[in-house]
C-alpha cells in the first residue's frame, strides 16, 4: 500500500513537471527564492537557552541517552546533579531529587511531552509500565526547582520533562533486540512516513528481565522481580492548514510483574500483578501570527492494576485462615488545557493559560472511597528583557485543588548577562505539593478472625499541602564556541508542613489491628541547601564530555512533640505513647537528613572513532545515602558502565537508507559484582547485553 | 501600478512634447512570469527608478502568457524578462535585445544552453536573483564567525558547482535521492555541521519539507540559512537575499546604459542585496548576533563587498 502510494505520488510529480515545461528536473525556478512559508519556528516553539531560564535546567540529548547504555528510563536521571536513582526491585526504579527518597518520590513532576505521569493513588511514577520505549526519546529537560508557573503543580522540588520524536523523526523503519544477562530480553520495531499534510510514528516494544537474582554467598532473601512490559505507542502529526497543527499520541501496555516473598509472608505471597495503561492526548496548536499562537491540549491516562492474593496463615489464631487481599486499582485522569502564548514586543513575551483536571480512582482495598478529585489552575509567565543584558522572568501559578484549597506560587528570577557569554541568575520561587489520595484518604484493611484485623492504614485527613520555597544564585557561561558551557549554583530551600507516615495509636484501631496502623501527617519542616555543578565540554568534534557534581546538606525538625492524653488510660500509657511517637518523630528527622548525599557525582564521555565506531562511558560516584522506607544505609558507591558500539553498511546503503545496522555491547557495573543499592536486597551484578539494530 | 504606469507614459509623452530635438524614446517590453505580488514589487521598483532618472524610456508591460509576437504591434528594441517562464517565452518568440532577471543563474544558464541555437550571445544577458556563493560563505563567516561546517543538502538533479572555500570553511554537502532518505540525510548532516545552508531545491525543501527541515534542525540547535525573507519569518536564523526592488533598481541602471550604448552589460550577480535575521531563534539557540549593518561591514573588511 505505501509503495503504491509512493508509486503514485511519484507519477503524480512526473505528470505535474511535464506538463508544466520541458525544464529539466532540479534546475531552480524564481519559485524556490519566492514561496511563502507558514511560520514553522512560532513563538511557543521556541524555548529560552539555559542561559536565560528562571530554573536551573539539565538537557539529556539523544546522543547522551545512546552513549550512557542505558536500558532504563529511570537510569538516565543519574546524568542529573544532586538526583538520585535507586532501585526497590528489579521493575521498582526510584528516582529523587534532593533527597527525602522513599519508595515513592512524590515531589517532582514529570511530564512526557506535556502528559503528567505523576499519577495518583499512591503519587508516583511507575516506570516499568510507561507506554513509552526508550528508544522514542529525542531529549529530557529537568527543570532543577520549582517551576508551577511553567509546568503546573506538584512541580515541587523539580521537573522531569520526557519529549518525544516527532511524528516525522524516524521516517525509517527500525528493528532493535536486546539480550543479555540477569535474563535481559527486549525487542522493539518502529516505523513511521512523512507525507505532505500527515506524518506518523509508531513504536512496538516488548521489554523485560528477570530483575535483581540472588548473589552467591551473600545471605539476603532473595527477590522475586521478574517482568515484561509489552507496549504500543504512536504519534500522528496533521496539518489540515499551513497555521494548524494536531498533535495525536496515542499509547497502551500491558505488564506483568512479579511480587512477594518465596518465605511465608502473611499478606505478600509470590504472585503476579497485571498492570494495562492506556494514554491518549490531542494537542493542537494554531499560529495566529509570528508573534503568538493558541494551543488547546487534552489528555487521557488510564491505568488498570489487577493484584489479589491469598494470604498464607499467620499470626496464630488472630488469622487461621486464607484471606483475601487486593491491591486492584483502576484509575482515569483527564486533563485539559488552553495555553496563549505572545510576544507582545521583540523584547516581552507572555504565555498565560488556564486548565482542569480530574483524577478518579476506584480500589476499594486501599481507599476510604472511590474519589473523584477536581482541581482547577489558571498561570501566566512573563520574559522581560529589561535592556539586552538585564532579564527578568515573573510568573505565578494558581491552583485549587481537590480537597478546596487555593494556593498561589509565584516565581521571579533575574539574569543578567555580564558579557554575552557570561550569566549570572538569581531566582525565588514557591510550590504546593497537593495531599495524593493515599495520604488523606488512605483506608487498607482487612477483617481476620474477629475481632482482629490487618488494618495497615487509616489515613487520618485533614492535610494541607506541603510548601517549598526556593532560592538560587547560579552562574551560567559559555567556554567556547564549540559549545562548552559550564552550569554552577548555590541554593536553598526550605519545605514546610511535610507530610509524612505516622505511625498512630488510635484506641479504635490498634488494639484490634495485627500490625501497627499507619496515617499521614504534615509534621516537618526541613531545609535543603548544597551546591551543584555540570560541565558539558567538547574535546574536539568527535568528543564530548559531561561532569556533573553536587553537594548537599539537608535537615528536618519536627514541628510538634506528642501529646497522646487518652481519658480513661493510666498516665503511664500516656507517657509511653508520646515517648515512642517522640522517639518517631526523632528518628524520621535523623533519616532525613541522611536522604541527601553530602558529595554525588557522574561523568558520561563519548567518542565517535572514525568508521562507525562509538565509545560511551559513564561513571557514576554517591556518598552514603537513606531511602526513608529501607532498612539500611546505602553505602559509598561507584561504578561504571561502558557502551562500545560499531556502525555497519555500505556508504551507499546508508544513502540509499537501507541496510544500516549497529551492535552494540553495554557493561553495567563494570568495576564491581555487587554494589549495594536501595537496600540488602537489591545488590547489582555486573550486567552485560548486547544490542543489534537494523535499519531498512 | 497602472496608474504609475500611466504617469509615467504621460511623463515621457510630455518629454517627448517639451524635447522635440531628442531621439525616440526606448521601447522596452517588460514580460512578467506571473502577476504575484514580488512581480509587481519590481514592475512598480523599475517604473519608480527609471522615473527618478528621468530616463526616456517607454515601459509597455505584459504577462507571458498574454504574450504574442503580434502584441502590441510597436518596435521593440529591449525586452526585459522577469521570471523563468518570461525569459523562455522571450528567447523563442521575440528577436529583440534580452535582458532576463529574477532567475537562478543555473537556470539561466540551462536555457542560454537549451536555445543556443536561437540567439547570439551579445544580444542576451541576465541579473540573477541568486547570491554568489562567495558572497553566502561570506556572509555567514561574517553572521556566524565560529561555526565553520556548512552543511548543504541537494538531490542529484540539482547542478551544485562547490566553490572554492574561504579559509577556514568547509562545506558538508550531501545528496538526497528521494524524499524517504530525506531525514536520515538530514540527520547526519545536521550532526556533522555548525550551519545549514539552504540551497533552493523543490525536490528539497518543499513547504511540507520546510517545516520539518526547520523543527528537526531547531530540535538539533544547529541554525538554518535560508534564502528569503520567508525562510527567516518560518523560523530560519538569517538571510541573505535581494530583494524585488534592488534587482529593478539594477535593472533600471541596465536600461539607462542600454538606451544609450544599444549594449548590454555582461551576465551579473545582483549588486545590493539584503539581510534577514530571526533575532527570536537567535537568542533561542543562544547565539549572539551582530546587526544587519554591522555584518555588512564585516563582509566588506573580509573583502566579499557588499552594499
Keep these: ?696 | 501600478m497602472f496608474r504609475q504606469l500611466a504617469i509615467l507614459l504621460t511623463a515621457s509623452a510630455i518629454m517627448l512634447l517639451t524635447n522635440p530635438v531628442q531621439a525616440e524614446a526606448l521601447n522596452v517590453r517588460l514580460v512578467m512570469s506571473g502577476s504575484a505580488p514580488p512581480y509587481q514589487q519590481f514592475s512598480a521598483a523599475l517604473d519608480k527608478a527609471l522615473a527618478e532618472n528621468s530616463a526616456d524610456v517607454t515601459v509597455i508591460e505584459t504577462q507571458a502568457d498574454a504574450v504574442s509576437r503580434s502584441n502590441g504591434g510597436a518596435k521593440i528594441d529591449l525586452i526585459v524578462a522577469v521570471g523563468m517562464k518570461a525569459m523562455e517565452l522571450a528567447i523563442t518568440d521575440f528577436d529583440a535585445p534580452l535582458l532576463s532577471t529574477m532567475i537562478p543563474r543555473a537556470s539561466y544558464e540551462m536555457l542560454r544552453e537549451k536555445y543556443s541555437s536561437l540567439r547570439s550571445s551579445n544580444a542576451v544577458s541576465a541579473i540573477y536573483l541568486d547570491q554568489p556563493w562567495e558572497r553566502q560563505l561570506n556572509f555567514i563567516q561574517a553572521a556566524l564567525p565560529g561555526h565553520s561546517v556548512v552543511g548543504v543538502l541537494y538531490s542529484p538533479d540539482t547542478p551544485i558547482v562547490l566553490p572554492r572555500l574561504p579559509q577556514g570553511m568547509s562545506l558538508n554537502a550531501k545528496s538526497v535521492s528521494s524524499a524517504k532518505t530525506l531525514f536520515a540525510a538530514l540527520e547526519n548532516i545536521l550532526n556533522s555541521s555548525d550551519v545549514l545552508l539552504v540551497i533552493p531545491d523543490s525536490e528539497i525543501y518543499s513547504s511540507s519539507n520546510v517545516r520539518n527541515i526547520l523543527l528537526t534542525s531547531y530540535r538539533q540547535r544547529v541554525p538554518l540559512v535560508g534564502v528569503s525573507q520567508a525562510y527567516v519569518n518560518a523560523g530560519a536564523l538569517c538571510a541573505i537575499y535581494s530583494t524585488p526592488e534592488q534587482l529593478a533598481e539594477q535593472v533600471a541602471k541596465a536600461i539607462i546604459s542600454f538606451a544609450s550604448s544599444r549594449q548590454l552589460p555582461g551576465p551579473q550577480y545582483p549588486e545590493s542585496f539584503s539581510i534577514g535575521i530571526n533575532n527570536q531563534v537567535a537568542r533561542s539557540l543562544g547565539i549572539e548576533m551582530a546587526s544587519p549593518d554591522a555584518i555588512r561591514q564585516r563582509m566588506k573588511k573580509a573583502g566579499g563587498g557588499g552594499q
Excluded at chain 1, 500500500?1 to 515545461?21: E, H, P, V
Excluded at chain 1, 505507542?233 to 510483574?257: F, H, V
Design chain 1, 1 to 696: 500500500m505505501k509503495q503504491l502510494q509512493s508509486w503514485l505520488s511519484a507519477s503524480i510529480l512526473l505528470i505535474g513537471m511535464a506538463c508544466g515545461s520541458a525544464w529539466a528536473a532540479g534546475y531552480p525556478s524564481e519559485q524556490d527564492y519566492l514561496q511563502e512559508f507558514p511560520i514553522v519556528l512560532s513563538a511557543s516553539r521556541l524555548s529560552q537557552p539555559i542561559s536565560e531560564t528562571p530554573n536551573a535546567m539539565t538537557v539529556i540529548d539523544r546522543g547522551m541517552i545512546v552513549a550512557s547504555g542505558a536500558r532504563n528510563i529511570a537510569d538516565l536521571f543519574r546524568l542529573v546533579p544532586s538526583m538520585y536513582v535507586g532501585y526497590a526491585d528489579g521493575h521498582t526504579p526510584i528516582v529523587s531529587y534532593r533527597g527525602i527518597t522513599d519508595e515513592h518520590a512524590r515531589r517532582m513532576q514529570v511530564l512526557v511531552d506535556g502528559r503528567s505521569i505523576y499519577l495518583p493513588i499512591f503519587g508516583r511514577v511507575d516506570w516499568a509500565e510507561l507506554p513509552l520505549d526508550i528508544g522514542d526519546i529525542e531529549r529530557i529537560e529537568v527543570v532543577r526547582g520549582p517551576s508551577a508557573a511553567s509546568h503546573g503543580s506538584n512541580s515541587v522540588q523539580g521537573v522531569i520533562n520526557i519529549l518525544t520524536h516527532q511524528a516525522p523523526g524516524v521516517p525509517k523503519a527500525q528493528v532493535s533486540v536486546n539480550r543479555g544477562d540477569a535474563g535481559i530480553s527486549d525487542v522493539s520495531a518502529r516505523f513511521g512516513g512523512a507525507g505532505e499534510k500527515w506524518d506518523y510514528r509508531v513504536t512496538l516494544a516488548s521489554r523485560g528481565d528477570s530483575g535483581f537474582d540472588p548473589l552467591p554467598n551473600v545471605a539476603s532473601i532473595p527477590l522475586n522481580d521478574n517482568s515484561r512490559t509489552q507496549l504500543i505507542n504512536t504519534r500522528i502529526n496533521y496539518r489540515p492548514t499551513g497555521n494548524d497543527s494536531l498533535d495525536i499520541q496515542l499509547g497502551y501496555s500491558d505488564s506483568s510483574r512479579m511480587l512477594g516473598d518465596q518465605v511465608p509472608n502473611f499478606h505478600a505471597p509470590v504472585r503476579d500483578q497485571k498492570v494495562n495503561a492506556d494514554f491518549e492526548q490531542i494537542t493542537w496548536l494554531r499560529t495566529l501570527d509570528v508573534a503568538s499562537d493558541f494551543q488547546l491540549n487534552y489528555y487521557h491516562i488510564g491505568r488498570n492494576t489487577k493484584d489479589e492474593r491469598y494470604s498464607v496463615p499467620a499470626y496464630g489464631a488472630k488469622a487461621p485462615g486464607s484471606y483475601l487481599f487486593s491491591d486492584n486499582a483502576v484509575i482515569h485522569r483527564h486533563d485539559f488545557e488552553m495555553q496563549h502564548t505572545l510576544r507582545t514586543s521583540p523584547d516581552n513575551r507572555v504565555v498565560w493559560g488556564a486548565g482542569a483536571r480530574q483524577d478518579s480512582a476506584t480500589a476499594p482495598n486501599i481507599l476510604r472511597y472511590s474519589p473523584t478529585w477536581r482541581e482547577y489552575r489558571l498561570f501566566g509567565h512573563d520574559e522581560w528583557r529589561i535592556t539586552p543584558a538585564n532579564l527578568v522572568n515573573i510568573g505565578a501559578m494558581a491552583e485549587k485543588n481537590a480537597l478546596g484549597q487555593t494556593r498561589v506560587s509565584p516565581r521571579i528570577s533575574y539574569n543578567y548577562h555580564l558579557t554575552p557569554l557570561d550569566t549570572l541568575r538569581a531566582s525565588v520561587s514557591v510550590a504546593y505539593r497537593n495531599p495524593e489520595m493515599i495520604e488523606e484518604l488512605g483506608n487498607q484493611s482487612v477483617p481476620l478472625a474477629a475481632p482482629w484485623k490487618w488494618h495497615n492504614i487509616s489515613a487520618a485527613g485533614g492535610l494541607n499541602p506541603e510548601k517549598a520555597i526556593s532560592r538560587e544564585i547560579g552562574y551560567i557561561g559559555q567556554l567556547d564556541d564549540a559549545g562548552s558551557t559550564l552550569d554552577v549554583r548555590i541554593f536553598h530551600d526550605q519545605i514546610s508542613d511535610i507530610i509524612w507516615v505516622d505511625p498512630v495509636y488510635d484506641p479504635a484501631i490498634y488494639p484490634t489491628s495485627v500490625v501497627t496502623p499507619k496515617s499521614f501527617k504534615s509534621d516537618f519542616n526541613a531545609y535543603h541547601s548544597g551546591l551543584e555543578g555540570t560541565l558539558n565540554y567538547r574535546l574536539g568534534a568527535h568528543s564530548k564530555l559531561t561532569v556533573n557534581y553536587s553537594h548537599q546538606i539537608a535537615g528536618a525538625t519536627p514541628s510538634r512533640a506528642s501529646s497522646y492524653a487518652y481519658a480513661g488510660y493510666p498516665a503511664a500509657i500516656n507517657a509511653a505513647l508520646n515517648t515512642a511517637l517522640n522517639a518517631s518523630l526523632t528518628s524520621y528527622a535523623y533519616k532525613y537528613a541522611q536522604t541527601v548525599p553530602l558529595n554525588s557525582g557522574s561523568l558520561l564521555f563519548s567518542h565517535d572513532f572514525s568508521g562507525g565506531t562509538q565509545l560511551g562511558a559513564g561513571f557514576y560516584h554517591i556518598d552514603p545515602v537513606r531511602s526513608l522506607d529501607a532498612g539500611t544505609l546505602q553505602p559509598l558507591t561507584r561504578y561504571l558502565d561502558l557502551r562500545l558500539a560499531q556502525r555497519f553498511g555500505s556508504r551507499r546503503s546508508r544513502e540509499k537508507g537501507s541496510g544500516n545496522g549497529e551492535i552494540a555491547l553495554v557493561v553495567q557495573n563494570a568495576l564491581s559484582d555487587h554494589y549495594f543499592d536501595y537496600s540488602s536486597q537489591t545488590r547489582h551484578k555486573r550486567r552485560v547485553y548486547l544490542t543489534a539494530a537494523l535499519e531498512f
